[in-house]
């Protein structure tokens, strides 16, 4: 899928040893608006669903942000309840798309993740980054909360870190402090150093068993089978608060910072 510049992309590519990758972009810092996040949720899935596949890794483009998180040109023209759990349901379809796939998924986070872009690198299996990957759930600056992306997030670095970055909200955490809290595998100095890393990788999961692969991926998720109906609850309240003035008030302060 290809969109033009303003409204951003997700692109695939599969190789003859049967590596997937999945790029998505978009001109504001890589923050997504509903098109591109249901894209990116049905690529996820068609790939896992692909025999051809054995791996799966996930990036963005560009060479800042990883993801800002939610579009807030979007979020700012939400105005009734339908269309907020719509638009917060993206982030959750992407959390349970990389969830529910047999196939393992590599996260490649080179730069600065916000909101559901932490969301998304919790969301994968094995998340390697560079050091300038630092990270900010900033939901409650804006008047909402993490309650999405929370159940991921939670599950990777524990309620605790969790906790630490929802309440933190306009704090930065730094990359080292996301691969001590157990977001990130390891972190490298440049995107060139993490890219031989994750296709090393990538390479030897291609050639182990399917099967023992799918089958650890579905252990290491086990508790998480009630998400399909958590997350869209979790989107309900979000779009429910995104309507209250002082959101809506929020919003705009942050986007004339």
Known sequence: MSLDSNHGYVNFSIDDIGIAKIEFGHPMSN???????????????????????????????????????????????IKDLDTGKAFFSGFANVINACRKVPKFIIGRVHGKAVG?????????????????????????????????????VERKIGLSAMSE???????????????KKGLFTDIYDTSEEMDAEILRLANKLAKSNPEAMAQLKSIFWEGTEHWDILLVERAAISGNLVLSDFTVNAIHSFKAK
Not at 42 to 58: C, F, P, R, S, Y
Not at 131 to 143: Q, T
Not at 166 to 175: D, F, K, P, V
């Open 116 to 152: 559901g872009g932490v969301g998304i690198a919790s969301a994968v299996d094995y998340c390697l980054a560079t050091k300038y990957a630092d990270v900010k759930l900033s939901e409650l600056a804006v008047g909402i909360g993490p309650f999405v992306v929370g159940p991921a």
């Open 31 to 77: 923050s997504l608006p509903g098109k591109i996040l249901g894209k990116l949720a049905e690529t996820i899935i068609d790939l896992g669903a692909n025999d051809q596949v054995k791996v799966i890794i996930l990036s963005s483009g560009g060479e800042k942000s990883f993801c800002a998180g939610a579009s807030f040109d979007e979020l700012i023209a």
């Open 165 to 179: 970055l929802a309440i933190n909200a306009t704090e930065w955490r730094s990359a080292e402090w996301a691969k």
